[in-house]
């Protein structure tokens, strides 16, 4: 029988009832009502006058956020158009569009809010028994920033294309004394542009000057580069190439790949940011874990040393270089431990034996499916929305806690059906 799109049918007018029984976004509307608490995100957005039409409510702007950023939508216009053509956010708006600025608006005023519910669904995950903190790997990946590598400059770069925009300005002025009227018109707007781009370029030589006092107490080295539309970003080694990134840093329980500490920094390698990372997973969770992996990125004699002093409870796995990934059927040394050792020698030794390679050989099961989850398979997150360390540091957060959110529905569907099944079995028993 051919389809008649002209058909005439009566339909429900309540969206739910398009959606099966057990469909996550149930779940995920459950969650957010009556186990998230929602006040530091709603605040107070009720308008105080009586001019114009009443505000959307936040707690429904807060579910299409969140429920887009689950399902790989992190565009105000695609969530826009999801709540016009998605049963799913139709189910959680009520019927209601709102618009794109609408939901911009509300991101952007509410980003440090939204971030903070990545230790309520981090809770959750422990509730629900999906985060053991027996092995837990730590590990970095690039996301590219808001803003185009064609848009960075270098210092050498920035000082030589002053001195000739200088030039260009003052030629400019001489041949106005003398230009014909049409002429001179025509040199107002070369003048306007170069002088706005002198400007430009100028303030970001300054600032990239002071950054670098601030950090180092000297000048800027000529290959030193600083972003215009994204100052806080930097072009940092992305697979093949360079691109302007900003490096995530994450902590991923073995259990059920929660993450269970996250933030982001400007550094383009890893070196300094373990011992940070672990001390946030040890905050959000309050336990320290039993094993701690992490992979070359992060080794250094210091840091090693370090962690054993102030974790010495939790065995840790820190390749000093790439003769931990080398095949199990290697020989496991023997005999004793010299007392002269280096830390980097110890370790290789203690990764060389076949219970440190069982056991630092997880460390690529653990991790990275967290971040091909993030990026590719399921929140296609690969791209920041927002500029600037702070809110890209908040936007990183509300990524993890939709990953882990993603993670608690697909577990309470999962015991959900089984009972299900339990209880049909029985019955027809």
Known sequence: MAANVNQLCLVPSDSGCWLPEDHQVRIFNEIVEQELD?????????????????????VMLLKIVLYGYMVGLNSSREIEQACVERIDFRFLTGGLMPGFSTITKFRAERGEALAGLFPEILSLAVKDALVEMQDVAFDGTKILANASKR???SYERMCSKVQILHKEIEALKVERRTATVRRQQEIEVDLAFKRERFAKIQEGRFALED???????????????????????????KGSGFEQCYNAQAAVDKSSQIIVAAYVTQACNDKQQLEPLVQRAIEEVG????????????????????????????????????????????????GRIPRNISVADLMRRKLSTKAGKAAYAQRKAIVEPAFGQIKEASLEFRRFSFRGLKKVQSEWLLVCATHNLLKIIRQRRSVARCRHEGIIEKQAA
């Open 38 to 58: 929602v006040s530091r995100v709603t605040g107070n957005c009720r308008k105080s006058g009586k001019v114009g039409r009443p505000s959307y409510d936040p």
């Open 151 to 153: 848009k960075a400059m």
């Open 211 to 237: 950054y670098h006092k601030q950090q180092t107490g000297g000048e800027p080295k000529g290959a030193d580069q600083r972003n215009f539309t994204d100052p806080e970003s930097r072009i940092m080694k």
């Open 287 to 334: 336990v320290l874990p039993d094993r701690g992996l992490s992979d070359a990125g992060y080794f250094s004699e210091a840091v090693t040393e370090s962690l054993k002093q102030r974790y010495s409870s939790t065995e840790w796995l820190i390749s000093p270089g790439r003769l931990a990934h080398r095949s199990i059927s290697g020989v496991s040394p023997r």
